[in-house]
C-alpha cells in the first residue's frame, strides 16, 4: 500500500491521445496549472492575513472584522481550484488494496467504474454549486458578520473548481473508452 510521499509523481499530466481530447486536454492542463499558481499566492496572502489579524489583536487590540471572511473564501477557492490539477496526475485519495490483489484488466474496469461514478457525481456536485451561486447572486445574499461580503465569491469559485473537475474526469472517461492515453 502506498500513501503517496514515498512515490516519484509524474513529471506531467497524462494527456489523452484521442484527436478532438487532446487539445481540449492540453488547454485545461495550462488552466489548471495557472489556477495552481494563483492558489499558491491566496494561500501565501491568508498565511500574512491571519498573522497580521493576530499581531494586530494581540499587541495592539485592534479588532479586525474582515480577515476571517477573506481568509476563508481564499481557502475555499484554493480548495476547489485545485481539484483538476490534482485529479489530472490521478493524486486523489484512492484505496489500492483492491489494485493489488486484482487482475491488470479488472483493475482497469474498477478504474473505469470509479471514473464513471466519479464523474456522475461531481456534475452533479457542480450543477448545485451553480444554482447556489445563482440563488446568492439574485437574492444578494451576504454573510452574517459585519464585515458581510457576497456569498456569491465563495460559491462561484466552488462551482467553477468542481466544474473543472468534472471536465477533468470526464476527460478521464473519454481517454479511457478510446483506450488511447488512458490516465494511469
Known amino acids: 500500500m502506498s500513501h503517496g510521499f514515498e512515490l516519484n509523481p509524474p513529471k506531467e499530466a497524462a ?3 484521442a ?3 487532446a487539445p481540449v486536454a492540453a488547454l485545461l492542463a495550462k488552466l489548471n496549472q495557472g489556477l495552481l499558481v494563483l492558489s499558491m499566492v491566496a494561500m501565501v496572502t491568508t498565511a500574512l492575513i491571519l498573522t497580521y489579524s493576530v499581531v494586530s489583536r494581540y499587541f495592539f487590540h485592534v479588532p479586525t472584522d474582515w ?3 477573506a481568509s476563508i473564501f481564499m481557502l475555499v477557492g484554493v480548495t476547489f481550484f485545485c481539484c ?10 484512492g484505496i489500492e488494496a ?3 490483489i486484482l487482475p491488470p484488466k479488472a483493475n482497469a474496469v474498477r478504474m473505469f467504474i470509479v471514473d ?4 456522475v457525481f461531481c456534475a452533479f456536485f457542480s450543477w448545485k454549486s451553480w ?8 437574492d444578494g445574499q451576504t454573510t452574517t458578520s459585519t464585515f458581510a461580503p457576497p456569498l456569491w465569491i465563495p460559491y462561484s469559485m466552488m462551482a467553477a473548481g468542481m466544474t473543472l473537475l468534472t471536465l477533468q474526469i470526464l476527460l478521464q472517461v473519454l481517454a479511457r473508452i478510446t483506450e488511447k492515453g488512458a490516465a494511469k
Open 84 to 93: 483538476a490539477y490534482v485529479q489530472s496526475f490521478r493524486g486523489h485519495i
Open 15 to 17: 494527456l489523452p491521445q
Open 98 to 100: 483492491l489494485a493489488a
Open 67 to 69: 480577515q476571517d471572511e
Open 116 to 119: 464513471l461514478l466519479s464523474f
Open 131 to 138: 444554482t447556489l451561486w445563482h440563488e446568492a447572486w439574485v
Open 19 to 21: 484527436p478532438g481530447l
